[in-house]
Structures are given as C-alpha cells and as structure tokens.
C-alpha cells in the first residue's frame, strides 16, 4: 500500500443550491414564539350582547376565562376553580357581584376574585378570604366585551392607545361577525396583510363579482406610527406570462379598471366619493397592520377591520367589523345592506375563502417571494413592539419574574373553549363609537 493510497479520500459535496426566500422564523425569535399570542394587549372576545349572568366561558392566548355581567358590567376571572379545577363558567351567580362554583358552592367576589363565601362550609369557613382566582381588567367597545391579557402584573394599558384611533374619535355604525376558526392567528394575520393573495384567490368571490382586480401590483410597506401600510406603486390588471400566456382578472360583465389611476382606497381602483372621516385620515395605503393584529382596509365608503384574537396554537377567532361612519337615518341605510348582502357577501363567502387558506397553511418553512415584503415588514414590526412591551413590563415589575414564557405555553385541551352557540355570532351589532360602555 502506498502512502497516497493509505490517506482519506478528499470528499467534495456538491454546492447546495441557495435556497430563495426565507426557511424559517429564527429571524423573528418573539414572534417565532408567540403561537399562543402576544401578552399585554386587550382582546375582543364576544358581542357585549352574549354576556349576561350566566358565565360563560371562553380562551384566549391560551388563558381560560369565565365571563360574566353584573349589575351592568361585564367580569373576566380565571376560569377555573382552585377547590378541585372545575371551570366558574359552569357555575352560575348565588349572591349579588360574586359567581359561584357548581361543584362545592365555593363563590368568588367578581371585583378581586377573593373567596367570599363556601356554602358547603358554612359562615365561618375557615378558608374564606385565604384563596382569590385571578380577575381581568375588562372594557366594553364597538358593542364588544374585550379583555386584558397580562403579561404579568403590569397595569392595564389604555384600550383607546390601541384602538383604532378614527375607532374613538368618530361616531360610527358597526356590522361584524364573530367566528371561532382553525389555524393559529399569525396565519390569519398575515393572510390579512398578504400581498398577493386577494387578486387571485379572491377573484371567483360574489363580492367581487362585477369588480375587477388587479393581476398584479409593486408594492412598498410605509410605516406611519404604530401601523404599516400597504402602498400600491404599481398595478397590473394583465400581463404576459413567457411561455405560457396571457392571465387578466378583466372579464366583460365586470366594471371597467381606471387603468391609469392609482387609488390607496379600496383595491380596485378610484371611484366613489370619499366618505369624508375616511378621507380625512390620509391613508398612505389601502391596507394597514397594527400590533396585537388588527387589520384596517380603507375603502370609499366603509372601512373594514379584522382583529385576530389567538386562541391556542392551533385555533383563533376571527372578529371582522365593518363601519360606516354615517349618522342619523343614514345608519338604517347601512344595516339594510350589512343585512341583505355585506354580511353574507363580505363576511361570509369572501372571507370564507380567507378562512380556508388560513386552516390550510402550515409553516415555516417557507420559500417567500417579493409581495411577501408584506408578511416580513409585519413580523418587524411585531418583533420590534413586542421588544419593548416586554422591557417595559420587566421595568414595572421585575420580581415576580415577568411570565413572557406563558405566551408560547400549549394549552392543556381538558375543557371546551366555547359553546358552540358562542363560537359564531353574525349579526349587526348597533355599536355606536365611541365607548358604548365602560366596565372596568
Ligand atoms: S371544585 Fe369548585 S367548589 Fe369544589
Ligand atoms: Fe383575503
């Protein structure tokens, strides 16, 4: 044996091809982990309608919570009892401002959560006052109940910072639908924001059924504030595919493009007046994103909202709001036509098709392409707010340790998140903006 023959073989691998787009979410380690939702922010959970005395219950980035209406205002507690783990939602109110568990009457003060009282103890249990469940600060708004999520034991922050602002400083009329889907929020979230996907997927909708839509756009994300936006550069209503044709969204029975107009109102180009509340907020683009994932699509006359509310990692609920702001009679108008077609058109067959791919979808990994500047500029965004919420709330109160880690935990699937007759609730909602009512 000779001495080249004795020496390891050099082995060349073969260049591994550069893979296009992104693989996976390591560029966004908070967001990577928030499949349980973002901590810290405030949550619609149903119409203000469906709370009454009667606990209900319901989840939220993974959190179970028992609601409940008193004296006109609406509770949010743990939903669950610390006697033996049954949920408070399926006790019912004993005595005026408390619940009371079914199992040993053990009852809760609805203020502070204290145990008030243990029937099945008499007066002078010794126990009472000893044990509290956890409560949540809860608000009332657009004709919804929406509860605080926190990430420790930081205070609430103000629901009107993170509303809408044209949502508080207008008077409007709000048509919604309020519906518990598959797939986890940032799925719906970045669908909502997506790029791409509203010109082809949404081309064979009834709601865009004399509308055109564009083939394709160059778009740019313009961030303003606390949102981002999407801006239209450019839009394509056909192209030229080489070697394989011709693709257009144009068909005879739909309304002609205005093909040399640009409008950041609506996706299909100028036309209508302007509603003048929505004119006068000076969109940069049609499209926008905010944190804790609320979407806002400017159109002429109405605006729309999407707010994905995390359930667990694998459920949402989708809350879609459609306001007109208009007044006085003009508001009978508006829920003639939410009524007879937007509801079933809007919020139910388009959004149908949205709620699809988002059940559908599973990543990372991914291979993203350039209109997913949209989904990148978001998780920046997310990355970056989440950042600082964070440090803040350690700042507030760094011992006990901020529970940042609870926002990634899987959720043990013991108990049903919602009733069924809970879980979707269509139906115009006359939610006058601002506050319908305070709670907290
Ligand atoms: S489990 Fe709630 S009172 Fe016993
Ligand atoms: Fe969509």
Redo the contacts with the bound molecule.
Sequence with gaps: MTGAEASEPTMTLPERPRAAGRQDWTAWPRYDEAGSGYRGYWYPVTWSSHITKDPKSYTVCGEKLAIIRDDGKAYALHDR??????P?SE?DQQFPGTV???????TFRLTDGKLAA?I?DGPDSKICGKLSVQTYPVQERLGMVWVYIPIGSEPATSIDDQLPLELVENEGIVGGRIQRRGGNWRFACENGFDEGHAKYLHRTSLWRLFKPMPTWNITSIVPDGRWIYRVQDEVYWEADFPGVGKWTNKRWWKKKPDEGKISQIGNTGAGLKVNPVIAAQNFPGFASLSMPGVLRIAYPTFIHYEFYVPVDEDNHQYVGLMVNFVTGVKKLGFYAKYLGAIRWLFHGQFSGQDEWMVRVTDAPPEKLYRPDVSLTAWRNLAEREYAEKIAAAVAYAPDPPVRAAREHRKPVARNPVAPASEATAPGVEAGATPATGTTE
Excluded: I, K
Excluded at 81 to 86: F, L, M
Excluded at 100 to 106: A, I, M, Q, T, V
């Design positions: 009892c610390p006697h033996r783990g049954v408070l006790g009371s568990c079914p199992y040993h009457g053990w243990v099945t």
